[in-house]
């Protein structure tokens, strides 16, 4: 009997320690699975900054770290290119590359000693494939040297309402004092898309300069152009410092978004689902449409007459209609005579206590001036 209780005890020795071991490994994938998911989580979510905003008001739709000095890499060049265009009107113009745009490190355009490029190729080389010697070549093509292109850079970063940004070279390289902010960023941004010939830079995939054997094609890194709807630009960036960075440009039904991703792990597919939440959530609505305001009239056939926007105003709104906008209007009283059209005051619309749109009020009827009959 005691023997039969020992090989009964054993064998249910064997068994609970396999189930203590299959236990083990169960818990253990399970951690590592979580570790994995939390390790990648991590890389996505953590670091960085975004955000996204419409094109033509600026309205933010939603951000993170907006405000965080970063470094921005490559997506320098979209300020580079902006203020290029600002001094040169002519990019058919030839440059005779500089020594100093020879040889510069990182992704480059391979310029030579005694190359001459237009302004335009340069311009296409500089923000397809990220040209840093191509970069170098424009600056000093536009200024002496590279720290007064530098102060052109800055003093165009100041234009475009960019407050906490300094850069200090056309390209990007890493240098502690060369930062920006995804806020400033996107205004910049949003300023170089009012310029049709960066706009259609930038929403180029592949372009060919030269002839023969002297053909130079450019292709351009930014997938976005390829792989998301509505896609119309701009810029890719990355250095060990800056980590991923990611600027890029979508319109859908004639609302234009811009988003700024820095240090995005995976900032291809952060940029197409916060774009993809903006084109979701948002549509642009004239803010003003429908509305009206009573004038008064002095010595006129009638004592009052309707006002209304000279223009409605479009804007980004929540579809959800969640957001509660205050419209304020300041008007004079008119003297008649007058005709329709004449304006006669000022209607603001507030998005709390910020102003978001001002419009002209007009009259939408003549009124004639009250004669002496009229009188009586």
Not at 211 to 231: D, P, Q, V
Not at 303 to 312: D, I, L, W, Y
Request: aromatic share 8%; glycine share 6%; hydrophobic share 35%.
């Amino acid at each position: 009997m005691d023997n039969i209780h020992q090989n009964v005890y054993g064998k249910n020795k064997k068994r609970l320690r396999g189930v203590i071991w299959s236990a083990l490994l169960v818990l253990s994938f399970v951690c590592l699975s979580q570790l994995w998911d939390s390790v990648a989580f991590a890389k996505t979510n953590t670091a960085g900054a975004y955000i996204v905003i419409e094109r033509t008001s600026g309205r933010v739709l939603f951000s993170s770290n907006e405000n965080l000095k970063m470094y921005p890499a490559s997506t320098t060049k979209i300020l580079t290119t902006l203020t290029v265009l600002d001094k040169v009107k002519d990019i058919e113009q030839i440059v005779a590359i500089d020594d100093k745009a020879v040889g510069v490190e990182g992704s480059s355009i391979y310029l030579k000693k005694g190359d001459k490029r237009s302004v335009k190729e340069l311009l296409y080389g500089l923000m397809l494939r990220s040209g840093n010697d191509a970069a170098v070549a424009l600056a000093l093509y536009v200024s002496p040297d590279i720290e007064q292109f530098a102060k052109l850079m800055n003093d165009k970063a100041k234009e475009c309402g960019a407050e906490n940004s300094n850069f200090v070279n056309p390209n990007g390289l890493h240098d502690d004092n060369h930062y920006t902010t995804a806020s400033d960023l996107a205004k910049i941004s949003a300023a170089a898309m009012k310029n049709e010939t960066f706009r259609k830079i930038v929403s180029t995939k592949t372009i060919v300069f030269g002839e023969g054997e002297n053909k130079r094609y450019y292709t351009n890194k930014n997938k976005m152009l390829a792989t998301f709807e509505g896609a119309t630009g701009i810029k890719t960036g990355y250095t060990k410092n800056s980590g991923r960075c990611l600027v890029s440009s979508a319109m859908r039904d004639d609302m234009e978004l811009i988003c700024v991703v820095l240090n995005r792990y995976d900032m291809w597919n952060d940029s197409k689902n916060l774009l993809n939440r903006g084109f979701n959530e948002f549509e642009l609505k004239p803010l003003l449409e429908g509305y009206e305001k009573e004038v008064n009239v002095l010595k006129g056939k009638s004592v009052s007459c309707k006002a209304v926007p000279e223009n409605t105003g479009l804007y980004p709104v929540k579809k959800d209609g969640s957001d509660k906008f205050e419209i304020k209007a300041k008007v004079k009283t008119l003297k008649a005579p007058f005709k329709a059209g004449t304006e006669c005051g000022t209607v603001e619309v507030y998005d709390g206590n910020r102003l978001i749109y001002r419009q002209k009020l007009v009259t939408i009827n003549s009124v004639e001036k009250k004669s002496f009959f009229d009188r009586f």
